[in-house]
Nanobody
Framework: VQLQASGGGLVQAGGSLTLSCADR????????VGWFRQAPGKEREFVAT????????YYADSVKGRFTISREKGQSTVYLQMSSLKSEDTAVYYC?????????????????WGQGTQVTVSS
C-alpha cells in the first residue's frame, strides 16, 4: 500500500475531523491527490482533489463549504479538514494518487489507493 490514510473516528453531528494521507512514494509530490468515500451499499464517490502544488482544489457539491483539502507545495502528505459533519458523511474515506499534476473527479484517473479510514458521524 503506497498511500496511508488516517484520522478517522467517531464524531457527533456538527463536529469536526481531520484526515491525513501520507504517500510513501518520494516523487508523489508532483501528483494531484484526491479523497473519495464509500458508504455501505453505495458506490465510491468523489469528495475533493488538490493539485500537486496545493494551488488548485475542487470539491463535490455535497461537501463544498464544509470540507477543506490542503497540502504544502512539494510535500506528498495531504489533509482533509471536515467540519459541520452530517450523518450522511459517514463512510470509509480513501485517498488516492492522480495520474497527473492537476486532479479531477473521475475515479479512473487515480492509479494508487490507500486502505481507507472509517468516519462515523452520529446524529
Amino acid at each position: 500500500v503506497q498511500l496511508q490514510a488516517s484520522g478517522g473516528g467517531l464524531v457527533q453531528a456538527g463536529g469536526s475531523l481531520t484526515l491525513s494521507c501520507a504517500d510513501r512514494r518520494r516523487t508523489s509530490s508532483n501528483n494531484a491527490v484526491g479523497w473519495f468515500r464509500q458508504a455501505p451499499g453505495k458506490e465510491r464517490e468523489f469528495v475533493a482533489t488538490i493539485s500537486w502544488d496545493g494551488g488548485s482544489a475542487y470539491y463535490a457539491d455535497s461537501v463544498k463549504g464544509r470540507f477543506t483539502i490542503s497540502r504544502e507545495k512539494g510535500q506528498s502528505t495531504v489533509y482533509l479538514q471536515m467540519s459541520s459533519l452530517k450523518s450522511e458523511d459517514t463512510a470509509v474515506y480513501y485517498c488516492a494518487r492522480h495520474r497527473r499534476s492537476f486532479g479531477s473527479s473521475n475515479i479512473q484517473d487515480y492509479n494508487a489507493w490507500g486502505q481507507g479510514t472509517q468516519v462515523t458521524v452520529s446524529s
